[in-house]
């Protein structure tokens, strides 16, 4: 990435979208090319593919940029006809062309919408199964309990994308597994990447800090197991190696400041005594040596990463128990 300024030669601040001293652009260049890309697809009738391209290049302008309220308005533009165009033709209509068979061919464009709300939904049905293998494990309260917590880690991720206006499917639950959030991440800069998957970790912070502040005030010890276990599996996922909320954010340090993670981690593994930072400290050793370092540090990414993972650390450390709580 650019440091200077192409035009005046100034140095340009890390993270900057334009030149403070002459407005030029940093990313004109891909500008250019995500422009002529949205511009093709749109004339291929790709409306929502060319709109998810004129998003990519949103992301690459300052907010005074003229350019950037046109594409805004564009996007909503082209989303609209988008919808539009998957709107099902009027049942009278078949039925005058097809005649005989007209009932036969509305009965299979109603199956079709019907199939189409069925994918739609998704995430409901992916939810309530996700539910009931955890009631039949722990219980209907703590089930719910326990798959509500990853929801709101998810919609942690959702909303935060959401917010940016960046295209985003709602969460989809895998049983034993886990979730996750499909979204539209080309032509999104590292640091916007970290703060979309450090999202979810905060939001998974605060359901745990509420069903710790609800054991302290009710004593009621499933509040104590949810915070636990919510607390625990946020931790696990800020672990900085692969596909990980860790992983992800981790992209955007640089070696200082991946080296400052390995000691924070080591800190709190070694005050908090909660075994689950070894895999912190291993993780963050790792990224150490591998190959994908920043040329710029991202500060801001650094501070939100250590805050989250010290804060669901002391959750552990006041919630009692030991390991994940779901033991």
Known sequence: MATTCRECGRDLAPGALACENCRTLVHQEELERLAASAKQLEAQGQLREARDRWMEAFLLLPGFSKQADWIKSHAGELQTKADAAQLPE??????????????VAILLAKSKVLFGAIFKLK???SFAAFFGVYWSLYGPRFGLGFATLILLHEMGHFIDIKRRGLPA???????????YVRWQALGVSL???????????????????????????????????????????????????????GGQ???????????????????????????LFFLVVAGATYRLFTKD???????????????????????????????SGLE
């Open 90 to 103: 009027p049942e009278n209509k078949w039925a005058s062309k097809l005649g005989p068979v007209g009932p």
């Open 293 to 323: 370092m920043p040329s710029q540090p991202s500060r801001s990414t650094t501070i939100y990463y250590l805050v989250v993972l010290t804060m669901l650390g002391l959750v552990m450390w006041l919630c009692p128990g030991h390991g």
């Open 169 to 179: 499917d709602m969460p989809v639950f895998m049983p034993g597994l886990g979730a």
């Open 249 to 275: 954010a981790a992209a955007a340090l640089n070696k200082t400041e991946r080296l400052i993670l390995l000691a924070a981690a080591l800190g709190l593994w070694l005050f908090l005594d909660q075994n």
């Open 123 to 125: 995430f409901l049905f």
């Open 191 to 245: 640091e916007t990447r970290a703060a979309v998957s450090l999202a979810g970790p905060l939001a998974g912070l605060l359901a745990s800090i509420g069903c710790l502040l609800i054991w302290r005030a009710t004593g009621d010890t499933l509040w104590a197991a949810l915070a636990r276990a919510s607390a625990w599996l946020n931790i696990l996922n800020l672990i900085p190696v692969w596909v990980l909320d």
